[in-house]
T-cell receptor
Framework: AQSVAQPEDQVNVAEGNPLTVKCTYSVSGNPYLFWYVQYPNRGLQFLLKYITGDNLVKGSYGFEAEFNKSQTSFHLKKPSALVSDSALYFCAVRDSTGGFKTIFGAGTRLFVKA | AAGVIQSPRHLIKEKRETATLKCYPIPRHDTVYWYQQGPGQDPQFLISFYEKMQSDKGSIPDRFSAQQFSDYHSELNMSSLELGDSALYFC????????????FGPGTRLTVT
């Protein structure tokens, strides 16, 4: 069975500093990995994905994520945080061996201070 | 660009009533998903449809059913509503069975009193 863990409920970072939001996963086959962002009372917005290929993937709003197969991780990163990045971030995984079921992590709330 | 449309945006029902939530996916998307998000929780996968056929099932209660119609819109039917059904219900759609990510609608906030 697939699962996703986001070990931090909350991440605090100062504006202009780099940010990292952590995610680890477990699947039986190869993973399809995704990051989504959710603003209050809004739907989730797709940020980026890893399917295959380069381990570093770039997404929307300057975010990127690094796939590490040996550590089964897919951490979200941004070199310079903005106050407007403050939101709830979800990591999600889907098993490539079949099925449409996507499992979301519990979410990490990011606070960026001015 | 067209986005996923959900209706209604807000719905208030009483216990034991029924509710129908509608979803209109992005044109030409072949897969529709339904999620339930309780307060402060992550989205829980309920069910998905690929090309109008049920493709996968998650933690969807037996009191709920869903279908996708010939025009690709989908409806989530919820019967014998319970207080615990109060949540945000998201519909998402995707191309290529979701390999490239899902696009979420704004959600329907269901309140059961």
């Amino acid at each position: 069975a697939q699962s996703v863990a986001q070990p931090e409920d909350q991440v605090n970072v100062a504006e202009g500093n780099p940010l990292t939001v952590k995610c680890t996963y477990s699947v039986s086959g190869n993973p399809y990995l995704f990051w989504y962002v959710q603003y209050p009372n809004r739907g989730l917005q797709f940020l980026l994905k890893y399917i295959t290929g380069d381990n570093l993937v770039k997404g929307s709003y300057g975010f990127e994520a690094e796939f590490n197969k040996s550590q089964t991780s897919f951490h979200l990163k941004k070199p310079s945080a903005l106050v407007s990045d403050s939101a709830l971030y979800f990591c999600a995984v889907r098993d490539s061996t079949g099925g449409f079921k996507t499992i979301f992590g519990a979410g990490t709330r990011l606070f960026v201070k001015a | 660009a067209a986005g996923v449309i959900q209706s209604p945006r807000h719905l208030i029902k009483e216990k034991r009533e029924t509710a129908t939530l509608k979803c209109y996916p992005i044109p030409r998307h072949d897969t529709v998903y339904w999620y339930q998000q309780g307060p402060g929780q992550d989205p829980q996968f309920l069910i998905s449809f690929y090309e109008k056929m049920q493709s996968d099932k998650g933690s969807i209660p037996d009191r709920f059913s869903a279908q996708q119609f010939s025009d690709y819109h989908s409806e989530l039917n919820m019967s014998s509503l319970e207080l615990g059904d109060s949540a945000l219900y998201f519909c998402a759609s995707s191309l290529a069975q979701g390999v490239y990510g899902q696009y979420f609608g704004p959600g329907t906030r269901l309140t059961v009193t």
